[in-house]
């Protein structure tokens, strides 16, 4: 029974990653020619990730609330 729970659950955030839907966080991952682009829901990600809780914390949303972080000077970083 509570592997059933679990793979639903599993399955319900798979749903929300492939619909896109509420979501409030968008991430631009990549350099300036080559950017993709992943819609997220930030109650999530502070759940699950240390780093975006961090990240989360004090960023400021745009007039549509929604939060836009632009990762390419952490992964250039990270890269080096």
Do not use: W
Request: aromatic share 8%; hydrophobic share 40%; glycine share 4%.
């Amino acid at each position: 029974m509570e592997i059933k729970n679990f793979e639903r659950l599993s399955n319900n955030y798979i749903g929300l990653l492939e619909k896109g839907n509420d979501f409030n966080v968008i991430i631009n991952v990549g350099d300036y020619t080559d950017t993709r682009e992943f819609k997220a829901h930030s109650v999530i990600l502070k759940c699950r990730s240390s780093y975006f809780q961090d990240k989360l914390e004090n960023i400021i949303e745009d007039t549509d609330s929604i939060i836009k972080l632009d990762l390419e000077s952490q992964m250039a970083a990270l890269a080096s």
